[in-house]
Nanobody, 119 residues
């Protein structure tokens, strides 16, 4: 079984930056596409960014494009989300998740890390 653990959240002023990390257990990290999502209480989960198994393909939600960067280090079993120019509307719990090659759904999710951006 794989476990995903996020870290790096916190409180930051508008315009500031944070870097989130997600570290996975297991030996199959490099076989998975990884995604970042965010969700506020009572709201739908929102896609933020994804990166393919070898880091060659990335995709971002329009709301974060140009401000956030997803990357991965397979040797460290870690995916990152660098968040710059943060806005109050970025305040959410952020989750990382994995998706196997050829799969349609993300099958493992982390516990989440809170990001709060003050005005």
């Amino acid at each position: 079984q794989v476990q995903l653990v996020e870290s790096g959240g916190g409180l930051v002023p508008a315009g500031g930056s944070l870097r989130l990390s997600c570290t996975a257990s297991g030996r199959t990290f490099s076989s998975y596409s990884m995604g970042w999502f965010r969700q506020a209480p009572g709201k739908e989960r929102e896609f933020v960014a994804r990166i393919n198994w070898n880091g060659g393909t990335t995709y971002y939600a329009d709301s974060v494009k140009g401000r956030f960067t997803i990357s991965r280090d397979n040797a460290k079993n870690t995916v990152y989300l660098q968040m710059n120019s943060l806005k109050p509307e970025d305040t959410d719990i952020y989750y990382c998740a994995r998706r196997a090659l050829g799969a349609t759904n993300y099958d493992y999710w982390g516990q989440g890390t809170q990001v709060t951006v003050s005005s």
